[in-house]
């Protein structure tokens, strides 16, 4: 295993991989704390925790793994060389336990607390089913040859995955509400500010190694970071300048009505052309 040549970048990786696990981590106490003092969850998009929950699950399944187990340490090293270093640090390990965590509570509060009509999409159900059923089945097909390192790039494509599609749905509603009361702008600033310093870690690294491995032995993590960033850019521009200000208790519709609207809408075959106003 590879060792670091600079004293001075391998204090950068440790002390941006910590902000990052620090941003991360406190970016899910503001939708829980907003969630609690609402008593209610409308306006926070259920698809969106449920994939949210998924994602994190398999991060956490790679990373773990990939820190602690010296026979997976071993064939990646194999694969990639054993002038290499694990593209996993302790701050991703941390971050992911943190995540799992947080990420569950919002899910019960999502249960407990003032939900209006919105619901889990069948659509979220069934691509959360898939995913841990290809888990499942690609856990079998791995255990004769004891093949983990193939597994855990299945397990890192799983939450590529769900960190891609994850955002869309809480986008949509935005978009559909015209608002983004609800949905904490803290999380994703403080996401943003993660996902830049997670990505900067891996720059550092590679750049200390000169040598780019670090990037693609890892792709998930490269990843996570971009399309992390991407998305958040776009609910900072939601929340800022396309919808500033709008609270859902400025929109002439009840809360229950503005439920049923944006349901609507959604769900709406494409074929079916708007009500028209009357």
């Not at 991989?17 to 503001?30: C, D, L, Q």
């Not at 071993?74 to 992911?96: E, L, R, T």
């Not at 799992?100 to 919105?118: C, E, K, N």
């Amino acid at each position: 295993m590879a060792n670091w040549n600079s004293v001075p970048l391998e204090v950068t990786y440790e002390v941006l991989g910590w902000f990052a696990f620090v941003s991360w981590s406190i970016s899910f106490y503001p939708q829980v704390i907003l969630n609690f003092r609402r008593k209610s969850v409308v306006g926070l998009n259920f698809d969106f925790v449920v994939l949210n929950l998924t994602k994190h699950s398999s991060y956490l399944i790679y990373n773990a793994s990939l820190y602690f187990s010296p026979t997976i340490q071993n064939q990646y090293f194999q694969k990639y060389g054993y002038d290499q270093m694990i593209p996993v640090a302790a701050n991703d390990v941390a971050f992911s336990i943190h995540a799992v965590v947080l990420t569950a509570i919002t899910l019960f509060q999502v249960a407990i607390y003032d939900r209006g009509s919105q619901k889990v999409s069948k659509v979220s159900i069934g691509i959360v089913s898939v995913a841990w059923l290809t888990a499942a089945v690609c856990f079998f097909i791995a255990l004769p040859n004891n093949s983990w390192l193939w597994l855990l790039t299945i397990f890192n494509s799983i939450q590529v995955l769900m960190t891609t599609i994850k955002y869309i749905p809480q986008a949509i509603m935005n978009f559909v509400r015209k608002c983004t009361d609800g949905f904490s702008i803290g999380n994703i600033l403080l996401d943003f500010s993660g996902g830049i310093a997670n990505y900067l870690q891996m720059v550092v690294q590679s750049v200390d190694q000169d040598s780019w491995v670090n990037f693609y032995g890892n792709i998930g993590k490269v990843l996570l970071s971009l399309v992390s960033v991407f998305f958040d850019i776009i609910f900072i521009l939601q929340h800022y300048v396309l919808y500033p200000g709008k609270k859902s208790s400025e929109l002439v519709a009840t809360p229950e009505q503005d439920d049923d609207q944006i349901r609507e809408q959604l769900v709406r075959p494409s074929d079916q052309s708007p009500p028209e106003n009357v």
